[in-house]
Each structure stands twice: as structure tokens, then as C-alpha cells.
């Protein structure tokens, strides 16, 4: 039988497992959209401890469990800006991406913001694209000296 997905917010025991799958994901998933130079500075940032610490201790951060493994997490960031969302590998189109936008989506309606924003990877374009966002632009972003495409897109909570 499938085991359910559980959502509870992380606390930094999680680390060493939410920083695999940020590895992971970037490494097999969206390798396929970025190049080689671009996913191994991406997915170094796993590497940061001090930076995963200060998100979860500061940010809306939650992680989403299968029989106690985490298979994914999301955050938000200042209220209504959804900073990262990153499933598993193998537990891609299971629906735990689309439960944890939706729990992130409530947590941004209790902060009182009815519009939220994000910087969106190509790879996940058309996942926002059909859960109504909408592309605002498309931007080049430069991280440690590297250039991104993705896109700045928002969602009107009350349309
Ligand atoms: C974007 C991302 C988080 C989506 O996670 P996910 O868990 O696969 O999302 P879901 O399963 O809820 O939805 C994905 C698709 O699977 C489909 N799906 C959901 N449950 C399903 C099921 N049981 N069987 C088959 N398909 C299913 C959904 O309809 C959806 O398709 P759609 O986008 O065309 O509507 C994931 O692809 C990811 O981690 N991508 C790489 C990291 C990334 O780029 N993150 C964003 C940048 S910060």
C-alpha cells in the first residue's frame, strides 16, 4: 500500500536529508535544463550548512515525509515570497509537489499577503504555469558569477 505524505515544518536535524535531495534534484532533474557550469554551482549550494540553518530557523519551511523518509520541501521567505521547492527524484508526479504549494499558498494567506511571488526555473515552469501563476518576465539572474534564465512569476490568491 502507498504510505501517505505527511507535511510538518523542518527543524535542522533535517538538514543532511533536505540537502540530498536539493543535490539530487538539481543534479538529475534539472540538469536537463541548465548547463554543466550552472548545476554544479547550483546544486553546491547544498553545501552551505550556515545558509540552511539561517532558512529554517527564519523562513516558513516545510518538509513533506513518506514512512519517515522526507521526499520533498518547500519555503517561503518574508511573508509571501516562495523562495524553493524541491521534490525527490523518484517521487516525481505523486502530488507532493502540488500539497506542498498548497500549504505554502494557506501560509501566505494567513500572513496576509494575497499575492505571492517567485523566481521560477525553467524546469519547473510548467508546473507553476498550471497551478495559475503567471510569468511576469523572464530575467537572467547571475549567481556566484553565473548567469540563470528563469522567471519572475506571481499568483493573485484571491482570482
Ligand atoms: C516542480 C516540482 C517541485 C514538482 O513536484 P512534483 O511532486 O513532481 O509535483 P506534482 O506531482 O504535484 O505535480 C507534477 C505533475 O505530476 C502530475 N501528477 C500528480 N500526481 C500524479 C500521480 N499520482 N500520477 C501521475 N501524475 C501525477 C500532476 O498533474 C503534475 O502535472 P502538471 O504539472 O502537468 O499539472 C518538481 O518537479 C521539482 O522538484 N523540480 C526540480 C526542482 C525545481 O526546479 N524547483 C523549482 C525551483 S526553486
Do not use: C
Not at 38 to 60: F, H, L, P, T
Not at 81 to 100: A, P
Not at 136 to 152: A, C, M, P, T, W
Request: proline share 2%; charged share 30%.
Amino acid at each position: 500500500m502507498k504510505h501517505p505524505i505527511e507535511i510538518r515544518q523542518a527543524t535542522l536535524d533535517d538538514i543532511p536529508e533536505i540537502t540530498a535531495i536539493f543535490r539530487n534534484t538539481i543534479t538529475h532533474i534539472n540538469a536537463k535544463d541548465y548547463n554543466e557550469k550552472q548545476i554544479s554551482v547550483w546544486s553546491y549550494g547544498a553545501d552551505d550548512i550556515e545558509e540552511w540553518k539561517k532558512r529554517i530557523k527564519n523562513y516558513y519551511f516545510i518538509v513533506a515525509e513518506m514512512n519517515t523518509n522526507i521526499v520533498g520541501f518547500a519555503y517561503l521567505k518574508n511573508g509571501n515570497y516562495f523562495d524553493g521547492i524541491y521534490v525527490h527524484k523518484d517521487h516525481l508526479r505523486q502530488g507532493i509537489g502540488s500539497k506542498l504549494l498548497r500549504i505554502i499558498e494557506s501560509q501566505v494567506m494567513m500572513n496576509d499577503y494575497e499575492v505571492m511571488k517567485s523566481d521560477v526555473s525553467k524546469t519547473a515552469l510548467p508546473f507553476f504555469d498550471n497551478r495559475y501563476f503567471e510569468v511576469i518576465k523572464k530575467q537572467k539572474k547571475s549567481f556566484k558569477g553565473v548567469v540563470f534564465e528563469n522567471y519572475l512569476m506571481e499568483k493573485n490568491l484571491n482570482d
